[in-house]
C-alpha cells in the first residue's frame, strides 16, 4: 500500500489522525532508519491478538516508508509474557502489546485502560480516552513507569468463561479455581473463588491437568483456537469483567520522546485504525466460531442468572471504590471513569438499547435470499 494512501485512509478513521497533514509535508524526516523491538504477551501468531500486534508494526512501518521497522516477539522469544511491562520500563525492548491490566501489580488503575467489571464497552472505552480526559490520566499513570501507552486493539465484549459445572447459585462459586486476571478475580474471590492469573498459552494444560475449574480468556474466536471446548462444555455468555477489553502498546518513554512530530501522529493514527479494525474483526469471527462451537462441538451456552448479576454488580462497586481510595491520582481516574460511564448509560438507553430491542420484535426481517 503506498505510504500516501495508507495515511489518507487511517486518517479518515482515527481520532488522533488530525496532525498527519503535517507528517505529509514534513520535509525528509524519515532520514535514516529505525530497528525497534516488540514484546507481546501474546502466542506466535495467535488469531486476533498475536496477529494484531504483527500487523500494527507491519502499519508503522508502511506509513513511515520502512523508517520505523519493528521486530515483534512473541510470549516467551524474548521475555515471559507477563514481563513485558518491565523489558520496555528497563529498556530491553521498545515497545510491548498487551492488556494494561496485566500490570496492576505495579498499579491498581492500570485496569481502567483495559476493563473493570461493568464498565465501558469499546467504544464507550474510546469515547473516554479521546472526550474524557481518559488518555491524558494515562500519559500521567504509565509516564510514572517511564512507558507512553496507546490503545491499539480491543477484542469487544469478551465470554463469562468456561466452566466444568454449572453456576446456578451464588454457592456455586466457593472453591471454583478460575483463570482470571484484573478485577473480575477480585470480584470472585469475595464470592469464595480462587482466583488465577495465567498467561494464555498456560490455560488448556492448567484446565485439562485439572489445576483449575474454570477460565474466561477472550470469547469464541479465540476460545476455539485454544480447544478449550475439548474439555468442558459450560459456556457462560457475557462477561461482566471485560465488557470491552482494550489492548494497549506501550513504547519506552525515552524512546517515544526520540520520535519527531511525524512519527508520534502516524503512530497514533495507526494505533487508532488498528483499534476499529480488530474490534471489526472480533466481531466477524465470534459470530461463526459461536456457531461452530455450538453446532459442531455441542458447547451449552448458558447465562448467569439475574441475582447472580446483581450480586456482582455490588461486589464489583464496593472493589471500585475501594480502588479509587488508593491514592489521588487513582481517585482521578476512577471518577473521570465514571462519569463517562453514566453519560454514556443515559444516551444508550435512549438510543441504542431501544433500537436493539426493536430488531427482536419482527425476527423475521432479513432473511437471506
Same mark, same amino acid.
Given at each position: ?31 535514516g532508519k529505525r530497528k525497534l523491538k516488540m514484546v507481546t504477551t501474546w502466542p506466535k501468531k495467535f488469531p486476533g491478538l498475536g496477529t494484531r ?234 459470530? %461463526? ?35 479509587? %481510595? ?44
Amino acid at each position: 500500500m503506498k505510504r500516501r494512501s495508507f495515511l489518507k485512509t487511517t486518517a479518515a478513521a482515527t481520532v488522533g489522525a488530525a496532525g498527519l497533514s503535517s507528517a505529509l509535508s514534513a520535509p525528509a524526516y524519515a532520514t535514516g532508519k529505525r530497528k525497534l523491538k516488540m514484546v507481546t504477551t501474546w502466542p506466535k501468531k495467535f488469531p486476533g491478538l498475536g496477529t494484531r500486534a504483527e500487523q500494527f508494526a507491519k502499519d508503522i512501518e508502511t506509513a513511515t516508508d520502512g523508517h520505523l521497522r519493528i521486530k515483534v516477539y512473541a510470549a516467551n522469544e524474548l521475555v515471559p509474557p507477563l514481563a513485558a511491562f518491565d523489558a520496555v520500563r528497563g529498556g530491553k525492548a521498545d515497545i510491548y502489546h498487551g492488556s494494561e491490566y496485566y500490570w496492576q501489580g505495579k498499579h491498581k488503575a492500570f485496569s481502567f485502560f483495559t476493563a473493570i467489571p461493568f464498565g465501558l464497552t469499546t467504544m464507550e472505552q474510546s469515547q473516554w480516552l479521546h472526550y474524557g480526559g481518559g488518555q491524558k490520566l494515562w500519559d500521567e499513570l504509565s509516564g510514572k513507569f517511564n512507558i507512553k501507552a496507546l490503545v491499539c486493539t480491543n477484542s469487544g465484549v469478551q465470554m463469562g468463561g468456561w466452566f466444568k459445572k454449572e453456576i446456578n447459585s451464588l454457592e456455586d462459586f466457593k472453591g471454583l479455581r478460575i483463570r482470571i486476571p484484573g478485577l473480575g478475580g477480585e470480584v470472585l474471590k469475595r464470592l469464595g473463588a480462587t482466583p488465577v492469573t495465567k498467561a494464555g498459552g498456560e490455560i488448556y494444560l492448567a484446565l485439562s491437568q485439572g489445576n483449575i475449574d474454570a477460565s474466561e480468556w477472550v470469547g469464541p474466536w479465540n476460545d476455539m483456537a485454544f480447544g478449550f471446548h475439548k474439555i468442558t462444555k459450560y459456556y457462560y455468555t457475557s462477561a461482566f469483567q471485560e465488557p470491552g477489553a482494550a489492548i494497549a502498546a506501550g513504547f519506552n518513554l525515552d524512546v517515544w520522546n526520540s520520535f519527531s512530530k511525524a512519527d508520534k501522529a502516524i503512530i497514533t493514527a495507526v494505533a487508532g485504525d488498528n483499534y476499529q479494525k480488530s474490534l471489526a474483526e472480533f466481531n466477524a469471527r465470534n459470530a %461463526m466460531s459461536l456457531r461452530v462451537l455450538v453446532e459442531k462441538h455441542g458447547v451449552l451456552l448458558r447465562t448467569y442468572s439475574d441475582e447472580i448479576l446483581t450480586a456482582l454488580a455490588r461486589i464489583s462497586d464496593e472493589v471500585m471504590q475501594e480502588i479509587a %481510595m488508593t491514592d489521588d491520582l487513582t481517585k482521578r481516574i476512577y471518577n473521570s471513569y465514571m462519569d463517562t460511564r453514566r453519560a454514556a448509560m443515559e444516551w444508550r438507553a435512549i438510543a441504542d438499547e431501544p433500537y436493539l430491542r426493536s430488531r427482536h420484535l419482527y425476527e423475521n426481517f432479513g432473511k437471506r435470499l
